[in-house]
């Protein structure tokens, strides 16, 4: 039925940049939001960037300035583009979408930032 599927996760140095990509299939109706949460080891998970569907968006402190969400609504996709990622970015990076009081979650990629 509905899935998450995620993909651009990886390894990148410092100072790069990574876009991950997220859609949910499996329905033909849009989700009202959709987004980003991460989690690193010993850390609880934390909302990273979420945008709905009129396009209003929020991000952690943390991303402000570096961090990028969009979406297709057409396409049930959502983007975050990173940029000047740092070691503390590291992470598995989980997609989210929420619709008609129902949660989805995907299964989550890693990212890693070496110095």
């Known amino acids: 039925q509905v899935q998450l599927v995620e993909s651009g996760g990886g390894l990148v140095q410092a100072g790069g940049s990574l876009r991950l990509s997220c859609t949910a299939s499996?329905?033909?109706?849009?989700?009202?939001?959709m987004g980003w949460y991460r989690q690193a080891p010993e850390k609880q998970r934390e909302l990273v960037a979420l945008?709905?569907?009129?396009?209003?968006?929020n991000y952690a402190d943390s991303v402000k300035g570096r961090f990028t969400i969009s979406r297709d609504n057409a396409k049930n996709t959502v983007y975050l583009q990173m940029n000047s990622l740092k070691s503390e970015d590291t992470a598995v990076y989980y997609c989210?979408?929420?619709?008609?009081?129902?949660?989805?979650w995907g299964q989550g990629t890693q990212v890693t930032v070496s110095s």
């Open positions: 945008i709905t569907s009129g396009g209003n968006t």
């Open positions: 499996g329905t033909m109706f849009s989700m009202n939001a």
């Open positions: 989210y979408a929420y619709r008609n009081w129902l949660d989805y």
